[in-house]
């Protein structure tokens, strides 16, 4: 049975560290709310020129020389960014051209906290289906570059960090489905009826006569703005029901899971999920604390963080669950 597994993953985050404190001296904030409400106690942000596709280029580069195989062994390109280097072509060409390997396929995926977990799905199906035998999959943010610094922006700018992860994704012949390593399931879902919970309306074509003009930026459009409490009350419930899905089509019970490596928004949200499947918490690898809500990148980051620890070994049972922005959310369930 041809199916796709985790070959080796990578991380990168920039060198600038800001505290909680750091931020209370640009807004109206405390490190006091800020753990309390959320459990983060620091972020990393970019300086300067760096862009989306340096993170991404950084992690990738790990990812591809721990998987023992040569750049020019990657057959598709997919990166999951809300933070584009530009409004277009994707950031994926921008790696690409970083990377020096023309004329693979180079896919943008915008969907959020979930667009890790959806990168993993299309690459799947390429692999499974026989199509491609490796796949590089990147989730990368700078959103330091694009949030309000201000008491206005306070409750968005808090949550979010910069940071890449990245996995390459490669075919493997599975012949003992218990104990191989592959990628068992994905289960993916979205709701645009959430759309305008969290979201950033400019620049785009749904404005009214520019895509960005003076009228946008002066009622701060181009900021991201979230209905917080809708967020948190659809995450709690929509990250266990995917969790639950890819639980239920694999047969397998919480306990028989080695590690969660669940999106990293709010570390409330994930001792929720915890508490209500009686998962013990060494069992959950959580990032948030240092290195805030990173989107896309937070499960591969983790990942690469839980291998590091060594949490997180060949033949364990994983599963990953996200929630976020569109409203998106999915699950993943693979043997590392
Ligand atoms: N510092 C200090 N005070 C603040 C801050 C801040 N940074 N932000 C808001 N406050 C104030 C509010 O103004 C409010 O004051 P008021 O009571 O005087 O009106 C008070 O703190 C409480 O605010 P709440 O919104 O009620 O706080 P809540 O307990 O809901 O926590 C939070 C806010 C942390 C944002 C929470 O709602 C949450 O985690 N939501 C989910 C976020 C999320 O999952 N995002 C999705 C992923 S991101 C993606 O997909 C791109």
């Excluded at 003076?214 to 917080?228: K, Y």
């Excluded at 620890?309 to 993943?332: C, D, R």
Aim: aromatic share 8%.
């Amino acid at each position: 049975m041809l199916r796709s597994r985790i070959l080796s993953t990578g991380m990168y985050v920039p060198p600038l560290r800001v505290t909680n404190h750091d931020l209370s001296k640009l807004m109206d904030t405390s490190d006091e709310w800020i753990r309390q409400r959320t459990g983060i106690e620091q972020r990393f942000w970019v300086e300067g020129n760096e862009s989306t596709s340096d993170l991404a280029l950084k992690a990738s580069e790990l990812a591809i020389e721990r998987a023992g195989i040569q750049k020019s062994e990657i057959e598709m390109i997919i990166l999951a960014t809300l933070s584009p280097d530009h409004e277009f072509p994707g950031t994926a060409c921008f790696l690409q051209k970083k990377l020096g390997i023309p004329g693979i396929p180079a896919l943008d995926v915008r969907q959020q906290c979930t667009g890790f977990i959806y990168s993993m799905a299309i690459a799947d199906q390429f692999i499974r289906n026989g199509v491609y035998r490796n796949a590089l999959i990147v989730g990368a943010e700078i959103h330091s570059k694009g949030l309000e610094k201000s008491d206005r922006g306070r409750d968005v700018t808090v949550l979010f960090g910069d940071g890449a992860g990245a996995v390459v994704l490669g075919a493997v012949e599975v012949k003992d489905p218990k104990k191989d390593s592959f990628l068992l399931s994905t289960h993916l879902h979205a709701d645009g009826t959430f759309a305008e919970e969290l979201w950033t309306p400019a620049p785009g074509t749904g404005n009214s006569k520019d895509r960005v003009g003076a009228s946008e930026l002066e009622q701060g459009l181009h900021w991201p703005r979230m209905n917080g409490k809708t967020v948190f009350m659809h995450a709690v419930k929509r990250m266990p029901e995917a969790l639950n899905e890819g639980l239920k089509a694999n047969k397998l019970s919480p306990a028989d899971i080695d590690l969660f490596v669940f999106h990293q928004a709010n570390l409330r949200i994930n001792d929720m999920i915890a508490k209500q499947f009686g998962i013990p918490e060494e069992k959950v690898f959580n990032t948030i604390q240092k290195f805030a809500n990173t989107t896309a990148a937070t499960i591969p980051i983790g990942l690469d963080e839980a291998v590091r620890a060594g949490k997180l070994k060949k033949g364990m049972l994983v599963a990953s669950a996200a929630f976020g922005s569109g409203f998106t959310w999915g699950s993943a369930i693979y043997r590392f």
